[in-house]
């Protein structure tokens, strides 16, 4: 039977100083406005950008910064504010039933470096799972983060929800793993990468729908949203809905829904024949003895 769901994706304001207190508990606060607009809107799932809490900038975690980036210093970021912020977003996740996505740097046992994370908070406030990114910038690689090392899934209603982060859009094979993991819908979550990173990513994110037949849904900051704005793109590699073009924090709901008659030929036809054609049916009609299949250089 076709499943379907409805699906909240979000931008919202990047804040880069894990310092500042306040702005974390801003971020908090949007977080929230967005969870409650998300549950009034239907949503099962709300879906946020890398770094919705805080997404610590290079330079103001150095600790040879501002000039120079060099090897970051994490006990400038305050941790317990960060708890906080986190453990009332899935205490609202709980009350409003709302699956909730959501990017925070998750902190790892010293002198080990934190993760680039998403936490999967589901409707009973509890975290199921995390997403740490694997494909790290050379920036994060070489000064802030400890790369993930694994895919991850979850189900919701019976759609299954893969999820990706920061510049994984430019890594096709992120995206070509999910498609094998029989995933319905990605979550990218993003901080973007200025102009014109940000609407290569949106591009991409369109692409990977389209080539693996799945839902991908965009989820990017509010700042970069001015130049590639979040949504969600359809299994046909069509935008279904876009937040703001204004630099706000914002949302917009769609239906996941495989009983979408433009649909039937993509999930039931174009996707399962992808496998097939990935998976050797090719072999047995390639003719290897002919001298003018062999021969490249004649007409």
């Known amino acids: ?49 890398e770094g919705a809490t805080c997404c610590p900038n290079k330079r103001v975690m150095s600790i040879d910064g501002p000039e120079t980036v060099g090897a970051s210093d994490w006990d400038r970021f305050e941790w317990d504010v960060l708890h906080r912020v986190l453990q009332e977003t899935a205490e609202l996740a709980r009350d409003l039933r709302l699956w ?9 046992t010293e002198p080990n470096r934190p993760h680039n994370s998403l936490y999967v908070i589901s409707d009973t406030g509890k975290v199921v799972t995390r997403y740490d990114e ?31 982060l920061g510049m994984e859009a430019h890594f096709p094979e992120v995206f070509g793993e999910y498609e094998r993991l029989d995933v319905d819908c990605v979550l990218l979550s993003t901080a973007g990468g200025g102009t014109p990173n940000t609407g290569a990513f949106a591009t991409e994110a369109q ?50 829904d495989e009983s979408e008659e433009d649909l039937a030929g993509v999930l039931l036809g174009s996707r399962p024949w992808r496998r097939t054609a990935r998976g050797g049916v090719y072999d047995p009609h390639i003719v290897r003895d002919d001298p003018r299949s062999a021969d490249r250089t004649i007409f």
């Open 1 to 49: 039977m076709p499943k379907r769901m409805r699906l909240s994706v979000a931008q919202t304001i990047l804040r880069e100083d894990p310092r500042n207190s306040d702005d974390l508990r801003e971020s908090g606060r949007d977080i929230g406005r967005l969870m409650r607009e998300a549950h009034d809107a239907g949503a099962r799932l709300i879906h946020f950008p």
């Open 207 to 256: 692409a990977h729908a389209l080539t693996n037949s799945y839902w991908v849904s965009f989820s990017v900051d509010a700042q970069e949203g001015m130049d590639a704005p979040a949504g969600v793109v359809s299994p046909r590699g069509e935008w279904l809905a876009r937040c703001p073009q204004n630099g706000t924090s914002s949302m917009v709901t769609v239906d996941l």
């Open 134 to 164: 694997r494909f790290l910038s050379n920036t994060k690689i070489s000064y802030m983060y400890t790369p993930g090392s694994a895919p991850t899934t979850f189900t919701i209603d019976g759609f299954r929800f893969g999820c990706s």
């Open 100 to 108: 909730t996505v959501l990017g925070a740097v998750h902190r790892l």
